[in-house]
């Protein structure tokens, strides 16, 4: 019968004497993460690597410092790399909607847009006052006598001819007209009619002539004009070009060497003398260009330079986090602003998306941030598919509006990926997007915990002096470092392994620094940590001291005293808003002559996950195969969790329930004292089971409200004991002898155990001790066999009715 463990098993302590240094104060930082080495080697491959689709996703559990370790990496990497370029957005002269994308070396964008704010301030004073010079003005005098000389010139021999020919050249609002004259006035309609024939056919003739000539010289007139708009242009643009030329002779010779830019600035300076007439009195047109204020009434607006992305020269590349990636804040948006009822927009609304500013470096992102944001994801994927930014507005890709709006050219893009979040996250990504690995092909995946040594231990103890430091804590001594690492490995559910959860330890660190404040201390120490512990523990144990209280009460019924036939105390473990606590579960079972069923009522009404399910149908496996290898397995069982209403899953009870059918078989009760937990093999082996320490403690914690006598204890499974790290009340009732915890290898040692009776395991011959619980449940069993054989010789069925023995029925509760 195995024994009991010694309670030096049961925790494993850290030595503070180990330690080399009196508080945190005195060790050197670290660099964390610790542990991660794996992770750390992927990502200087992936950020190092300069290959299409080398992105990278960092995966691991939250608060494991992920973020933290890629984002140092990162900058170490970035400051590195050589400063990406400035780019602006500036006008498109020729197609006013697609605004056009010009690229500047680090820092000359920034310098760009200011000596282009710089001429455009000029332009507005020296073009309006450059045509109100005096210079100006007399050669537009010039021009409006040269023309109006020209028509009074040709008005004047017109009238003179007409004179000689006794005909008046008159002007009228309505224009020019003709009349005959007589003694040099002009002759009335009724003194014309009195003249003789010859006379009035002579008038008609020559004012007819007259007529066309007139006809002919006003005809000239829209020439003239268009002549004199000719000249104006021609002076305008020659005056223009004194205050326009050496503006951009200057800003074409400091830009020489980027010729987009030098092709951007003559396309200004040939829009300035083309629509130079237009500014003269310096008015700003209140639509924007493409809008139609800027076809006829041009203004300054179309100088400026939208300054999407600076970079500061020799500044490294850049490390940008985005941490509400939507696509608008990822990939860049045309804003639009009201006037007069309706939304207009301009080159100089577009605003950069993370993308432009992680362009040349690097973007770190949540993985299940982005996935949540509508077309995020796929306008990622895109982008970096097509090494561009293209601003697409996402409202006219889904016809929702139907504003004016722009199409900026893209801008090329060269920029590593770094996603991170949670292992399933990656896992469904690449199996339900065929694009991820082609985009994403280096995987950091960060560890949960790493090996616990006297080596690790020291590394430990850096780590916390370094979290000390970051966040201003007070000093941790020695004592308290030991206890924190303890706690360490309580998180990672194994006394060999210590978790690497930064957040979790930092979390820790800062709750014993609160209490060492409130204290008055000017170091933490190992009564403060176990302090904030046990505040921890007493802040979420809401739901378990319910439990527990219901418990006491019998509301539920969970018996830790006697002996029952067919009942066993399983273990439980329910995880609640981060934080998990056990609970003990009656177990329960009856027997029947059948077919060889065992029947999981938890599954039948639905309550069963698949991994309890599993569990139930090994042990079957092992009852058939152990008992009932040679004839028919006649036996129909049910096994139930009493008292359960909510989904059971996973299959570290699958031993209890094999151990109660035995109990129910062999009609030998179980001691109620004790509980089980681990999982069975085909082979009736025992089989290791997650969160040992909480189930252990759960029933603990039952057992010594209701009084501990030494008979209460827990088995587990062997494989488990190095897993142990218990609270410091189940172990010194272990070291006093009130409480147990026994190691399990197989089924039989845990029911010889649970019962008291012998397991009875098959000598050389095969032959089974008499009395044992092998030998009571074979017999069972063979008389179940032989039953049922007569029943179908009778013609009878097998299985309708229960039949179990009377002892059975009576459960009797002695040992």
């Given at each position: 019968?195995?024994?009991?463990?010694?309670?030096?098993?049961?925790?494993?302590?850290?030595?503070?004497?180990?330690?080399?240094?009196?508080?945190?104060?005195?060790?050197?930082?670290?660099?964390?993460?610790?542990?991660?080495?794996?992770?750390?080697?992927?990502?200087?491959?992936?950020?190092?690597?300069e290959?299409?689709?080398?992105?990278?996703f960092?995966?691991?559990?939250?608060?494991?410092?992920?973020k933290?370790?890629?984002?140092?990496?990162?900058?170490?990497?970035?400051?590195?790399?050589p400063?990406?370029?400035?780019?602006?957005?500036?006008?498109?002269?020729?197609?006013?909607?697609?605004?056009?994308?010009l690229?500047?070396?680090p820092?000359?964008?920034?310098?760009?847009r200011?000596d282009?704010?710089?001429?455009?301030d000029?332009?507005?004073?020296?073009?309006?006052?450059?045509?109100?010079?005096?210079?100006?003005?007399?050669?537009?005098?010039?021009?409006?006598?040269?023309?109006?000389?020209?028509?009074?010139?040709?008005?004047?021999?017109?009238?003179?001819?007409?004179?000689k020919?006794?005909?008046?050249?008159l002007?009228?609002?309505?224009?020019?007209?003709?009349?005959?004259?007589?003694?040099?006035?002009?002759?009335?309609?009724?003194?014309?009619?009195k003249?003789?024939?010859?006379?009035?056919?002579?008038?008609?003739?020559?004012?007819?002539?007259?007529g066309e000539?007139?006809?002919?010289v006003?005809?000239?007139?829209?020439?003239?004009?268009?002549?004199?708009?000719?000249?104006?242009?021609?002076?305008?643009?020659?005056?223009?070009?004194?205050?326009v030329?050496?503006?951009?002779?200057?800003l074409?010779?400091?830009?020489?060497?980027?010729?987009?830019?030098?092709?951007?600035?003559?396309?200004v300076?040939?829009?300035?003398?083309?629509?130079a007439e237009?500014?003269?009195k310096?008015?700003?047109s209140?639509?924007?260009?493409?809008?139609?204020g800027?076809?006829?009434?041009?203004?300054?607006?179309r100088?400026?330079?939208?300054?999407?992305?600076?970079?500061d020269?020799?500044?490294?590349?850049?490390?940008?986090?985005?941490?509400?990636?939507?696509?608008?804040?990822?990939?860049?948006?045309?804003?639009?602003?009201?006037?007069?009822?309706?939304l207009?927009?301009?080159?100089?609304?577009?605003k950069?998306?993370?993308l432009?500013e992680?362009?040349?470096?690097?973007?770190?992102?949540?993985?299940?941030?982005l996935?949540?944001?509508?077309f995020?994801?796929?306008?990622?994927?895109?982008?970096?598919?097509?090494?561009?930014?293209?601003i697409?507005?996402?409202?006219?890709?889904?016809?929702?509006?139907?504003?004016?709006?722009?199409?900026?050219?893209?801008?090329?893009?060269?920029?590593?990926?770094?996603?991170?979040?949670e292992?399933?996250?990656?896992?469904?990504?690449?199996?339900?997007?065929?694009?991820?690995?082609?985009?994403?092909?280096?995987?950091?995946?960060?560890?949960?915990?790493m090996?616990?040594?006297?080596?690790?231990?020291?590394?430990?103890?850096?780590l916390?002096?370094?979290?000390?430091?970051?966040?201003?804590?007070?000093?941790?001594?020695?004592?308290?470092?030991a206890?924190?690492?303890?706690?360490?490995?309580?998180?990672?559910?194994?006394a060999?392994?210590l978790?690497?959860?930064?957040?979790?330890?930092?979390?820790?660190?800062?709750e014993?620094?609160?209490?060492?404040?409130?204290?008055?201390?000017?170091?933490?120490?190992?009564?403060?940590v176990?302090?904030?512990?046990?505040?921890?523990?007493?802040?979420?144990?809401?739901?378990?001291?319910?439990?527990l209280?219901?418990?006491?009460?019998?509301?539920?019924?969970?018996?830790?005293?006697?002996?029952?036939?067919?009942?066993?105390?399983?273990?439980?473990?329910?995880?609640l808003?981060?934080e998990?606590?056990?609970?003990?579960?009656?177990?329960?079972?009856n027997?029947?002559?059948?077919?060889?069923?065992?029947?999981?009522?938890?599954?039948?009404?639905?309550?069963?996950?698949a991994?309890?399910?599993?569990?139930?149908?090994?042990?079957?496996?092992?009852l058939?195969?152990?008992?009932?290898?040679?004839?028919?397995?006649?036996?129909?069982?049910s096994?139930?969790?009493?008292?359960t209403?909510?989904?059971?899953?996973g299959?570290?009870?699958?031993?209890?329930?094999?151990?109660?059918?035995l109990s129910a078989?062999?009609?030998?009760?179980v001691?109620?004292?004790?509980?089980?937990?681990?999982?069975?093999?085909?082979?009736?082996?025992?089989?290791?089971?997650?969160?040992?320490?909480e189930?252990?403690?759960?029933?603990?914690?039952?057992?010594?409200?209701?009084?501990?006598?030494?008979?209460?204890?827990?088995?587990?499974?062997?494989?488990?004991?190095?897993?142990l790290?218990?609270?410091a009340?189940?172990?010194?009732?272990?070291?006093?002898?009130?409480?147990?915890?026994?190691?399990?290898?197989?089924?039989?040692?845990?029911?010889?155990?649970l019962?008291g009776?012998?397991?009875?395991?098959?000598?050389e011959?095969?032959?089974?001790?008499?009395?044992?619980?092998?030998?009571?449940?074979?017999?069972?069993?063979?008389?179940?066999?032989?039953?049922r054989?007569?029943?179908?010789?009778?013609?009878?069925?097998?299985?309708?009715k229960?039949?179990?023995?009377?002892?059975?029925?009576?459960?009797?509760?002695?040992?």
């Open positions: 019968m195995p024994q009991a463990l010694d309670p030096s098993r049961l925790y494993t302590c850290c030595d503070p004497a180990a330690f080399d240094f009196e508080t945190t104060a005195e060790l050197p930082d670290l660099q964390p993460p610790v542990g991660q080495e794996r992770a750390v080697e992927a990502l200087h491959f992936g950020i190092g690597i290959r299409e689709g080398y992105n990278l960092v995966m691991g559990p939250p608060g494991a410092g992920r933290a370790l890629a984002t140092r990496l990162l900058k170490e990497r970035a400051a590195e790399r400063t990406p370029a400035d780019w602006c957005y500036v006008h498109n002269f020729d197609q006013p909607h697609r605004p056009r994308a690229e500047f070396p820092g000359r964008g920034r310098q760009f200011q282009m704010q710089q001429a455009v000029e332009l507005t004073t020296a073009l309006p006052a450059l045509f109100e010079s005096d210079e100006y003005r007399n050669r537009a005098e010039e021009i409006e006598n040269e023309f109006s000389e020209r028509e009074a010139r040709l008005l004047q021999e017109l009238g003179d001819e007409a004179e020919r006794h005909i008046a050249l002007r009228t609002p309505g224009g020019f007209g003709l009349a005959p004259m007589h003694d040099g006035e002009v002759i009335s309609p009724e003194a014309f009619e003249l003789p024939e010859a006379e009035q056919e002579r008038f008609r003739a020559d004012m007819e002539e007259m000539r007139l006809h002919k006003i005809r000239q007139a829209p020439q003239w004009a268009r002549e004199k708009r000719a000249r104006f242009r021609e002076l305008n643009q020659e005056f223009s070009e004194f205050a030329g050496h503006l951009i002779d200057e074409e010779a400091r830009y020489q060497d980027l010729p987009q830019v030098v092709d951007y600035l003559k396309a300076r040939k829009d300035l003398l083309e629509h237009e500014f003269r310096g008015e700003e209140p639509m924007p260009p493409f809008m139609g800027g076809e006829h009434k041009p203004s300054f607006l100088y400026r330079v939208n300054l999407l992305i600076a970079h020269e020799n500044g490294g590349a850049p490390v940008v986090y985005l941490d509400r990636p939507s696509y608008p804040n990822l990939i860049g948006r045309v804003e639009h602003m009201e006037r007069m009822g309706a207009v927009t301009d080159f100089t609304l577009i950069a998306g993370a432009h992680a362009n040349g470096g690097y973007l770190l992102l949540d993985a299940r941030d996935l949540m944001q509508p995020a994801w796929e306008g990622l994927k895109r982008t970096l598919a097509a090494h561009t930014i293209r697409d507005s996402l409202a006219q890709m889904l016809s929702l509006v139907s504003t004016v709006s722009l199409e900026p050219q893209p801008i090329p893009l060269n920029v590593k990926v770094v996603l991170y979040g292992r399933l996250l990656y896992y469904l990504l690449c199996e339900y997007d065929p694009d991820f690995r082609e985009l994403f092909k280096v995987m950091a995946d960060f560890e949960d915990e090996p616990r040594d006297d080596a690790s231990h020291a590394l430990y103890a850096r916390i002096a370094t979290l000390v430091k970051q966040d201003a804590l007070l000093p941790f001594d020695r004592a308290a470092c206890r924190v690492i303890e706690q360490a490995a309580r998180e990672a559910e194994d060999e392994r978790s690497t959860h930064l957040q979790g330890t930092l979390d820790l660190l800062r014993a620094d609160h209490f060492a404040r409130e204290g008055r201390l000017v170091a933490v120490g190992a009564p403060e176990e302090t904030a512990i046990a505040a921890r523990r007493r802040r979420s144990e809401r739901i378990h001291q319910r439990i209280d219901a418990t006491l009460r019998e509301t539920l019924r969970v018996d830790t005293a006697g002996a029952r036939v067919g009942q066993i105390n399983g273990l439980s473990v329910i995880e808003g981060g998990r606590f056990g609970h003990p579960t009656r177990i329960t079972a027997v029947r002559i059948g077919e060889g069923d065992v029947l999981d009522i938890q599954r039948e009404v639905e309550l069963g996950g991994i309890h399910s599993k569990g139930v149908l090994i042990l079957s496996s092992f058939a195969t152990r008992y009932a290898s040679n004839q028919p397995l006649s036996l129909t069982a096994l139930v969790f009493e008292q209403y909510s989904e059971v899953d299959d570290s009870a699958s031993m209890a329930e094999l151990c109660v059918l078989l062999a009609d030998v009760p001691r109620q004292s004790l509980a089980i937990t681990g999982s069975v093999d085909q082979f009736g082996q025992m089989q290791a089971i997650g969160a040992v320490n189930k252990i403690e759960g029933f603990f914690d039952l057992c010594n409200a209701r009084g501990l006598d030494g008979s209460h204890g827990v088995l587990i499974p062997q494989a488990n004991v190095k897993h790290m218990l609270r009340d189940v172990r010194a009732a272990c070291a006093d002898g009130r409480f147990s915890i026994w190691p399990v290898l197989n089924v039989d040692a845990a029911i010889e155990l019962t009776v012998p397991a009875g395991l098959p000598d011959q095969g032959v089974i001790p008499p009395g044992s619980i092998n030998h009571r449940v074979a017999g069972q069993l063979l008389e179940y066999s032989e039953l054989q007569s029943f179908a010789a009778a013609g009878g069925k097998t299985g309708g229960d039949r179990k023995r009377k002892s059975r029925r009576s459960g009797g509760d002695g040992d």
